[in-house]
């Protein structure tokens, strides 16, 4: 392509992404897509070359996506070759704007600290009524009611009504005799148990890290919440992330190190609940920051 040809494109991406952003790259690839129906979901496939170690993530809450809305990401696979990572990103989309419409790709590329956003190139997707171009936009009147030959019998309802009640009073009599039978049971006294004091083992986590991350990152979140409330004495397990967060803080835990928490286990809620799925070296590095917490105490 011709350099005057991208100039246009340079100065879009500067606006978007002033200071910070970067654009596809070679190597760069997107599936073309077919019409869809609007509001239907549709599979969409992309991929990225990106320097080796670092991270992709989808950058969900970018307006580039508009009007496409991203549903659900089903998988982020990579693949290390000699020009640099290719990672494949495979997504559930949904539209609901009619007509020849355009959206964007946006990314996150993660290399330690650093985020850098990435846009790919504009895809185009044409996006077709449910109806048809000849059927009418008006629902079809229902059909008027027809009289049913027979009705019920008067004796029904009576019926049925005693017979319920026959079946309560019956109910009550034989809870009644169960409870007295139970009161007069001698109750044993029950020897005293020391609890036991919340595991810090995680190595079940690790090793389903990669193989069944929801039941790895479930795993992570309850031995995190038990060591905190062996630690500060409250019912971290009955918290939300956002609750807990503020109850560490108020029982003047270091913040940094309540926000660390907070962090963690929103990731474990976006995993087990949301669906998300992490790049391998983001998920070691949510074991390593579980093992730190737990650590800390």
Same mark, same amino acid.
């Given at each position: 392509m011709h350099r005057l040809a991208l100039l246009p494109?340079? #100065?879009? *991406?500067? %606006?978007?992404?002033?200071?910070?952003?970067?654009?596809?790259? @070679? *190597? /760069? !690839?997107?599936?073309?897509?077919?019409p869809v129906r609007i509001g239907d979901q549709f599979s969409f496939t992309f991929e990225v070359v990106v320097p080796p170690g670092t991270t992709v993530e989808v950058d969900t809450a970018s307006p580039l996506w508009e009007p496409a809305h991203v549903v659900s990401i089903d998988a982020i696979e990579s693949l290390e070759r000699p020009t640099g990572r290719l990672v494949t990103v495979r997504l559930t989309l949904a539209a609901f704007n009619i007509g020849d419409v355009q959206f964007r790709p946006a990314l996150l590329i993660i290399s330690g600290s650093e985020v850098e956003a990435r846009s790919l190139p504009a895809v185009d997707l044409r996006v077709v009524a449910t109806l048809g171009a000849t059927e009418p936009l008006s629902l079809s009147p229902l059909p008027a009611p027809q009289p049913i030959a027979g009705a019920r019998p008067p004796w029904v309802i009576p019926t049925i009504l005693g017979a319920a009640a026959a079946v309560a009073a019956l109910f009550a009599w034989l809870v009644r $005799?169960? !409870? +007295? +039978? %139970?009161?007069?049971r001698p109750r044993a006294i029950p020897a005293s148990v020391?609890?036991?004091p919340p595991t810090t083992d995680l190595s079940g986590a690790a090793a389903s890290l990669n193989s069944d991350p929801v039941a790895a990152y479930r795993t992570l979140a309850s031995t995190v919440r038990a060591a905190l409330a062996s630690r500060y004495g409250f019912p971290a397990r009955a918290l939300t992330t956002t609750e807990l967060e503020r109850r560490m803080e108020a029982e *003047? =835990? /270091? $913040?940094?190190? !309540? $926000? #660390?928490v907070g962090g963690l286990l929103e990731?474990? @809620?976006? =995993?087990v609940y949301a669906g998300y799925r992490p790049a391998s070296e983001r998920r070691l590095a949510d074991l390593n920051m579980a093992r730190e917490i737990l650590e800390a105490g």
């Open positions: 494109v340079v #100065l879009a *991406g500067a %606006l978007l992404f002033p200071g910070g952003g970067a654009f596809a790259q @070679d *190597g /760069d !690839a997107i599936a073309p897509l077919r $005799r169960f !409870a +007295r +039978r %139970l009161a007069s020391e609890e036991a *003047g =835990v /270091d $913040r940094w190190q !309540a $926000r #660390l990731e474990c @809620d976006a =995993v």
